[in-house]
């Protein structure tokens, strides 16, 4: 990033905390026994700092104890350990999972796969704002569906889906709820154990952690659920993850959460605001541009919006200096209009003429105006260049 240039790309990735990375430094130049290597005093020194990382991310989440937190590299590995856990160890109750349609490709795709191995996958729609219709899903379920996979927010839209009565109406008709929840935490109050959830999976870069490190939470039931691991070896993260775990990362994501838990309100409400002058700006400078998803049911830092007639690369590509995205980084290398706005019902041609700004922790104010300035110039002028084009 040069020195003038505005990083609102905040849901693809954030910048390590200084707190956070100050947090971890110990645990790479003087705590870095193996964890597991409890023979001598530096390993268990170093375990018990995993311990005390699990249990304060337990604490954070509003899990009963740390034995219901797993780590993983991440949400996408978290996210795999669950969807193809159930699906092994549930076969004897039934072979149905229902999704909807706009989850994180590290949902969907995991699950098309069970698709082609002979489970039967049901992907419930979504309204204009991008969220379920909860009779929809209640008409969805059957005797034989084993899991229901709902994401808690949108990393496009930032709409957030409502979990709770998602998983009150599975729990009712025997399925379990698992909830991608790498975009809600840190930016929603969340308690896992209010919220009913079975599986819920997170990811440290999406908080101000490193990349490289996650977290996954398997609710204690009599009896447990004994997911198969994706992940062979020596039997780490009772043996559901094996390989010498991220002592640094987990005491980063910690602290992390840690620190968003202590912000979230003042932050949230902070957020908000910046995102609704910048909507606000935007909206006034120009005609014809929408936003998309919920205004109400929305993360505090996220907006998507589309600019009619201009389209989104050609947008991305004059704002060299502003760093937004045009759907999810994990799609925006296909030139397809993002599945996620057309499953909401935005036509092709405006869904290619978005942009998402996601905000966060280090974003100002001032930040916020340049950059709605420079969108409102550059498409200004790039609605005029097509004018002229078109009318010689
Ligand atoms: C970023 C993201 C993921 C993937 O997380 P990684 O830790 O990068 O694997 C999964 N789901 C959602 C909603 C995300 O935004």
């Not at 910046?274 to 909507?279: G, I, M, P, S, T």
Request: glycine content about 8%; charged content about 25%.
């Amino acid at each position: 990033m040069k020195r003038d240039d505005i990083y609102l790309d905040y849901n693809a990735s954030t910048p390590c905390d200084p707190r956070v990375v100050e947090a971890m430094l110990p645990y790479l130049t003087q705590t870095y026994a193996n964890p597991s290597s409890r023979q001598h005093q530096h390993g268990r020194e170093a375990y018990a700092a995993l311990e005390e990382a699990r249990s304060t991310i337990a604490r954070t989440l509003g899990c009963r104890s740390g034995t219901e937190i797993f780590f993983t590299s991440g949400a996408t590995e978290a996210n795999n350990i669950v969807l193809s856990g159930v699906a092994q160890a549930m076969t004897h109750r039934g072979r149905h999972i229902v999704t909807q349609i706009t989850e994180h490709p590290s949902v969907l795709e995991p699950l098309r796969h069970l698709q082609r191995i002979g489970w039967e996958l049901t992907e419930i729609g979504v309204d204009r704002d991008g969220r379920i219709r909860l009779d929809e899903l209640e008409a969805s379920l059957r005797d034989d569906t084993v899991l229901v996979s709902l994401m808690l927010a949108n990393n496009e839209t930032g709409t957030v889906q409502p979990v709770l009565d998602a998983s009150r109406i599975s729990h009712r008709k025997g399925a379990m709820l698992h909830c991608d929840a790498a975009q809600g935490v840190g930016k929603l109050a969340l308690d896992i154990d209010r919220l009913d959830v079975d599986f819920l999976t997170l990811s440290g870069h999406k908080v101000y952690a490193p990349k490289g490190i996650g977290a996954l939470f398997i609710r204690r039931t009599k009896p447990p659920v004994r997911l198969p691991p994706l992940i062979r070896g020596g039997g780490h993260e009772g043996g559901l993850r094996s390989g010498t775990p991220n002592l640094a990362g987990a005491v980063a994501l910690a602290r992390a959460l840690e620190i968003s838990g202590q912000e979230l309100t003042a932050e949230s409400r902070r957020l908000a605001e910046l995102r609704d002058h910048l909507e606000t700006h935007v909206t006034s400078g120009i005609e014809d541009c929408t936003i998309n998803g919920s205004t109400e049911h929305r993360l505090p830092g996220t907006s998507n919006l589309s600019f009619a007639g201009v389209d989104g690369n050609a947008l991305l590509a004059s704002l060299p200096d502003v760093a937004v995205s045009t759907g999810s980084a994990c799609t925006s290398t296909h030139a397809e209009a993002s599945p996620v706005l057309r499953a909401m019902g935005v036509p092709a041609l405006l869904a290619k003429a978005s942009l998402r700004l996601s905000l966060g922790r280090f974003t100002t104010a001032d930040e916020v105006d340049r950059a709605a300035d420079r969108i409102v110039a550059e498409v200004i002028r790039l609605r005029s260049l097509k004018r002229r084009f078109q009318s010689t």
